[in-house]
């Protein structure tokens, strides 16, 4: 009988072989020849930037947030000046070379990302040349009468009043030249606009106790002469196999006509020549010439606000990847004649400034799946960490189903007349792993350019749009008419927040200590061993001393033996320099930290402690040090 499955498993496998096979060739003959030109060849704009210049609504950043800002401001009949550093729009998607697209899918597979990120899907598809995707930006902003498009041109130095309740920026003084507008919108990756504005912002990791530490950057590289073909035949064939039986083939690899990601164990052996590099499992996007785009080499140390590391890290990635595309060569099938054929004019940069808004996203706001009254945006992409440091693999904290992102997250402090938008925009630093796509900013950036008309077509701040419902109903209602995808839900529970220990688990991932991955499987009930204990234990402690120097908290101890509640629960009350006695459960619970309820879920206190109870201890030693 054995013997019969395994034989129907081989013909299933070869069958689907043979079917992979055909879609391959299928998919690699539809694309035709293709220029391949770099994006940054792309003629610049014939406008010149007077002495001084009136706007009603001013754009900083031809990041794809921006552009979507820009045409919805003009669409709306206001006068609009865009601004970009570079020589084409696009930012990330044509200078990043980061050229497919996030999606944010519902539970029945619709697109929440409708309006005019759907225009730019539909124009570009899921996977874009990135000269095409710069000279399609030109042509759609040359389009609109209302919207002028500065290229080459920075943003320069706010101009700040006094008014009510915060500062009133009033205008920009870029050189010689002095534009003023009535309303501005800073698209800029790095929200360099309202940093410079005096908005108050936290950095990288700093808001959950890890200051300095901030996602990897990446240089995406072309390589020529890879054989499509058998990537997509590969990467397909090892998700096949993983389907067949979990312990075969790679579940988190697959091909389309144009993209493809895997080779993930294969990339983890890459020993890299600077060790402040990573090489990950890559995502690959094939340009219409056959050349292909590889998203893959992480870099650390690079500061994203400074020109100079910035500079350096690109110097860095192109040292690397020689040694990589070799690498690849050796072990990547279809990769065997591989040569480099260019890298990108920028690195793509994931972490930097996280603004304070008038609302901040949170990661229980993500992954509990909430609406917000005053939604401007719709998101569902997994709250996906990458590394930041070398010897971190990255994380995945959890995948929502579908939440709203709120007009007042685009609110900055201290600043009126200006909304930021973009993976800078006020979300806590977790939730930007989820957040900061570009398919959500740019559904953003479109609802900050309608925004930016209403506001001056009733004669409101948009603070006091923020605090208006019935100014936001009129927002959401444009939004709605121009296609976007708002409606009111719902949440859809999660089971583990019907969990006794949900709490606690709230309270862990919010501090970066809990992981669910991409089925949110937390494992309240599973057994923690000591390595789980000592973790989390260490880390609370280190989150603890990070905000209250003072408090009075001890080093956890540990070696490598098991340990049963009993023991953590000695550990936790060492650790908070308490006397533990006989029964370590007594003086925790003569504390505070602990309670007869909980305590009831905790035995018997000789076998091993669950997740649901470390997790559940994590929180309450955190709440009761910080406090």
């Known amino acids: 009988m054995i013997q019969i499955t395994r034989l129907i498993k081989k013909a299933i496998c070869l069958s689907l072989a043979g079917l992979l096979l055909l879609m391959a060739a299928a998919g690699c003959a539809a694309d035709g020849p293709g220029s391949g030109t770099p994006a940054g060849d792309s003629s610049p704009s014939g406008f010149v930037l007077p002495a001084e210049s009136h706007y009603q609504v001013v754009v900083a950043s031809g ?41 944010n899918e519902g539970a029945d597979g619709e697109l929440l990302t409708h309006g005019i990120f759907k225009e730019f899907y539909d124009a570009l598809g899921d996977a874009f040349d990135v000269d095409e995707a710069a000279a399609y930006f030109a042509e759609v902003t040359a389009k609109e009468p209302l ?81 499509w073909g058998q990537v997509f035949l590969y990467n397909n064939w090892q998700r096949l196999l993983n389907r067949l039986n979990r312990r075969w083939g790679d579940a988190q690899a697959g091909a389309k006509s144009r993209l493809a990601w895997g080779y993930g164990a294969s990339a983890l052996s890459y020993v890299p020549q600077d060790p402040l590099t990573r090489f990950r499992g890559p995502n690959l996007a094939r340009q219409k010439n056959g050349d292909v785009l590889i998203n893959a080499l992480l870099i650390f140390d690079v500061d994203p606000l400074d020109a100079q590391s910035l500079n350096e890290g690109i110097r860095r990635g192109q040292s690397e ?11 990547f099938a279809g990769f065997g004649n591989a040569k480099l054929a260019g890298t990108a004019p920028r690195l793509y940069v994931r972490e930097s400034r996280h603004i304070l808004g008038a609302y901040r996203l949170t990661i229980t706001d993500v992954l509990e799946n909430r609406d917000q009254w005053d939604r401007i945006a719709q998101g569902s992409y997994p709250v996906d960490l990458q590394s930041s440091q070398p010897d971190d693999l990255g994380d995945v904290i959890g995948k929502p ?72 109903q009129v927002l959401q209602q444009e939004l709605v008419r121009r296609g976007a995808h708002l409606e009111e839900f719902q949440p859809p529970r999660i089971a583990d927040m019907d969990h006794w220990a949900y709490d ?74 308490l006397q533990p006695g006989p029964d370590p459960a007594e003086a925790l619970i003569q504390a505070g930290i602990l309670t007869e309820d909980i305590l009831a879920h905790m035995v018997p206190l000789e076998q091993k402690p669950s997740f649901g109870e470390l997790y559940w201890l994590g929180a309450r030693i955190y709440e009761h040090s910080i406090n």
């Open 401 to 472: 189903e579908i939440y709203s992102i709120p007009f007042r997250c685009l609110v900055p402090l201290g600043v009126d007349n200006l909304l930021t938008v973009g993976r800078s925009a006020s979300y806590d630093s977790l939730a930007h792993g989820s957040a900061r796509v570009v398919p959500v900013g740019v559904a953003a950036g479109e609802a900050a350019g309608t925004a930016a008309a209403l506001s001056l077509d009733q004669q409101v701040t948009f603070r006091q749009m923020s605090r208006s419902e019935p100014m936001i």
């Open 321 to 331: 990847i020689p040694y990589i595309i070799e690498y690849m060569r050796q072990n």
């Open 63 to 103: 990041e794809p947030e921006g552009i979507a800002a820009a045409l919805a401001a003009a669409r709306s009949g206001k006068k609009t000046l865009l601004l970009e550093k570079g020589p084409v729009l696009g930012g990330l998607w044509t200078l990043g070379w980061l050229n497919f697209f996030d999606m």
């Open 147 to 227: 919207l002028d498009v500065a290229l080459n041109t920075g943003y320069g130095e706010p101009v700040l009043q006094p008014g009510a309740e915060a500062s009133v920026l009033t205008a920009l003084e870029i050189g010689e030249r002095k534009v003023y507008a009535e309303r501005f919108i800073d698209a800029t990756a790095d929200a360099d606009l309202s940093a410079a504005s005096g908005v108050p912002f936290t950095l990288g990791a700093e808001d959950y106790g890890r200051a300095g530490q901030k996602m990897a950057v990446t240089l995406v590289f072309k390589v020529k002469g890879v054989r």
């Open 504 to 577: 606690g688990l709230a309270a862990m991932r919010a501090l970066g200590l809990a992981s669910g991955g991409y089925a949110n499987q937390y494992n309240l009930d599973g057994t923690a061993e000591y390595w789980d204990i000592r973790r989390i234990l260490s880390r609370v402690g280190e989150r603890i001393r990070q905000i209250r120097p003072e408090a009075p908290l001890s080093q956890a101890v540990f070696d490598d033996t098991p340990l049963t509640r009993r023991d953590m629960l000695s550990k936790a009350a060492a650790m908070l320099q």
